[in-house]
Structures are given as structure tokens and as C-alpha cells.
């Protein structure tokens, strides 16, 4: 317990000594957000940030430009730690990816010194597009994360959340396409596609009534038409579907697929449904992680919120799920003290900077290096 204790102490004032350097990362990211799979400066500014920690970068990790692996310590425990850096399209960083990939520095500068004497072989992964290109996943079939002992993370949430319960999630792009026509004059010979749209829509608000609690189904037109008296040719929008697990959410997708089709019967126009990445599965999370990640953070002061809406963002879809599905992980929630903003709203994105932004970015990567120190050393 000796050993134990002062690696922590010596963690803990590496991540101390680091804090203003790991902030300006994280207002760096903040500044300058990039959306999924565009993250040339993010993903070049975190790898920095561990190059100068010693670490071994490969960039562009298997064969993606915005993605990195970055290596230290050749003990047998191999740990990996997830950085996102990805922001949202419109919103910037109203998840907190830049406090996401700052925590993952931190956390990895502070175990570095401590691989030789702790057993680690540290793996940080640069993840690029969570937002809904499931970059994980891609990784995932590429050979990456295979073998790890342990895969860590820490999201930014309105509170202290321990367990990720998230949904399994597909997105998909959906489109109709139907024949132009003057409205007024022809309006016979057109082919209306955003009614067929409008048709699905109304079919999905109806089978809501019959899904279980447990599914999501949302979306967005992204294209309506060109002009008010010119029947739409081409209607286009991005729909999410939501489920309890992998299983369920197939089901769910058989369901939804349908309404749509019945815009396209209805009105005579084509469908084409096309997936803008895999799927996220559900979390597995690994027990004797998480445990020791809640007594470490308690033990910094850290205190898990009972607020019944606040708590729910550890449900939101995330492809950390797949990768806990291969290997043990875990994916708490650090709280910034953001109520009443909530994640993706831009009031969020301004909380994800600042005071209590940045004492959840010293607690969460010293938790998280506690926590791999406990996990790598056997203490339970």
C-alpha cells in the first residue's frame, strides 16, 4: 500500500504540475473547433502534447489522417486511453471533446513516469469522429485496441455520473427522390418528394406510441425543396435510431425503415437509406474499474449527482460502447457544474471552459491515472 499511495502522490503532482499546460489544450481545442473526421489541428495538437511527455506518436494510425496512437512503457498491463476531439457541426464543443482529449493527456503524462515501476505499456488512442462517424468502430476493424487489459475514459456530463449506460445507435442518411414539376401550371406531372417525407414523418410520430421506452427515433430534413412553386425533386435528412441494445435496435430499425417506405408508396417516389457509419453497441463496463474509478474520485472530493435529469447524459450513444464489447472499459462522467445547460447546447460549450471546466479536467485525469495504477497493481 506504500508503493500504491506515493505512485498516486507523484500522479497526482504530475498532474498538478501540468494542469495550465493540459488548460490551454483544452481552450486550444475549444477555440478552433473541428467537426468529425476534419480534426487535422486537434488531432496534431493532442499528439504534441504527449510527444513532449516522451510518448512514441504514429500518426494517421491505421490509415486514418485524424487519427493517433501514442505509446510509453513496455510492462506487461497494457492500458489504453481514449482522446476525442471532434466538436459538433454548428455548436462547437457543446460535448466537452476538448476536455475529453485534455483529461486523456493528463491522465497519460502523469502514468508515464510511473509505466517501468507499475507494469504499463500506456496506449493512447486518437479518436476522431464520435459525433456520429464512429470512428472507434472504424479503428476497431482496423486491429486496434486488441489485447488491451483496460480501456479508459472520461466525458464531460452536467454532474458526476460513474456508470455509462448509453443506447446502441445507427445513423443513417435517407432521401427521396421524385420528378420537379411547376406547381401551379403541371402540378400532375410532378412527383412530390417532400411529401413523401412529410408521410414518413407522421407514420414514425405514430409508431412512437408503440415503442418501449427504451428507443429513440429523431432526425433532421436537411433539404425540403429548392422553391415554393416547384414540386420537390429531392428531399434529404439524417435520422438516428436509438435501442437498449444491438439486438433491439434491429428490430427498431425494421420498424422505422418501414414508415419511410410508406412516404415512398405513398407518393410514388424512390427511397435510399444509406448508413453514415456503423453502429454503436451498448457499454460493458468492467466492475473492478469503475469501483475503484468512484472510490478515487471520491476520495478528490468528487461527489456523484442524484439529479434525476442531469444523470441521464450517460445514456447518450457513444462507439465506446464497441470497444468495451471487445474490451474490459469503463466511460464515466466528470460534471462541470453546468446546470441548467446540458450537453449539446450551446450554453454547455461555454461551461466546457473555465473554473469549475478546468477543476474537472485536474480531478478526472487524476482519477483516471488512480484508478489505472489500482487497476494494473491488483488493490482493491
Known amino acids: 500500500m506504500a508503493g500504491i499511495d506515493a505512485a498516486k502522490k507523484r500522479a497526482a503532482g504530475t498532474v498538478a504540475g501540468d494542469a495550465e499546460r493540459l488548460i490551454r489544450l483544452s481552450e486550444q481545442l475549444h477555440a478552433h473547433p473541428e467537426t468529425a473526421w476534419e480534426e487535422h489541428r486537434s488531432a496534431r495538437w493532442v499528439a504534441d ?12 494510425y491505421l490509415g486514418f489522417d485524424t487519427a493517433f496512437l501514442a505509446t510509453f512503457g513496455s510492462g506487461p498491463f497494457r492500458l489504453g486511453l481514449c482522446a476525442e476531439y471532434d466538436a459538433l457541426p454548428g455548436l462547437g464543443h457543446a460535448c466537452g471533446h476538448n476536455l475529453i482529449a485534455a483529461i486523456t493527456a493528463g491522465a497519460a503524462r502523469a502514468l508515464a513516469p510511473l509505466a517501468d515501476t507499475a507494469g504499463l505499456t500506456i496506449e493512447v488512442y486518437g479518436t476522431p ?17 486488441a489485447g488491451l487489459d483496460l480501456a479508459m475514459m472520461a466525458h464531460p456530463a452536467p ?27 403541371y402540378p400532375e406531372q410532378g412527383v412530390n418528394a417532400a411529401d413523401a417525407f412529410t408521410v414518413a414523418q407522421v407514420a414514425i410520430g405514430l409508431l412512437r406510441q408503440q415503442l418501449p421506452h427504451t428507443v ?21 435528412g439524417r435520422w438516428y435510431v436509438r435501442a437498449e441494445d444491438s439486438a433491439q435496435l434491429a428490430e427498431t430499425e425494421e420498424k422505422v425503415w418501414r414508415c419511410f417506405e410508406a412516404g415512398a408508396l405513398a407518393t410514388g417516389a424512390s427511397l435510399e437509406v444509406t448508413p453514415e457509419s456503423k453502429p454503436y453497441a451498448e457499454f460493458r463496463t468492467y466492475r473492478p474499474a469503475l469501483d475503484a474509478y468512484v472510490r478515487n474520485a471520491e476520495e478528490l472530493g468528487r461527489t456523484f449527482g442524484r439529479d434525476p435529469v442531469a ?29 441548467p445547460a446540458l450537453n449539446h447546447q450551446p450554453e454547455f460549450a461555454a461551461h466546457c471552459v473555465g473554473g469549475d471546466a478546468e477543476k474537472a479536467l485536474v480531478d478526472a485525469a487524476t482519477a483516471l491515472a488512480w484508478t489505472a495504477l489500482d487497476v494494473a497493481t491488483g488493490v482493491r
Open 129 to 145: 469522429a464520435e459525433e456520429g462517424g464512429g470512428g472507434k468502430v472504424e479503428l476497431l476493424e482496423r486491429g486496434a485496441f
Open 311 to 339: 444523470r441521464r447524459m450517460n445514456r447518450a450513444s457513444t462507439d465506446m460502447g464497441n470497444v468495451s464489447q471487445v474490451v474490459p472499459a469503463i466511460h464515466p462522467y466528470v460534471g462541470i457544474g453546468s446546470l
Open 49 to 60: 502534447s504527449l510527444a513532449e511527455a516522451g510518448f512514441t506518436i504514429t500518426p494517421a
Open 216 to 236: 429513440r427515433v429523431h432526425g433532421v430534413m436537411t433539404n425540403g425543396g429548392e422553391a415554393p412553386n416547384a414540386i420537390p425533386a429531392r428531399t434529404e
Open 159 to 185: 454532474v458526476d455520473v460513474a456508470e455509462a449506460e448509453p443506447f446502441a445507435v445507427s445513423h443513417s442518411h435517407v432521401s427521396f427522390r421524385g420528378k420537379a414539376s411547376h406547381a401551379a401550371a
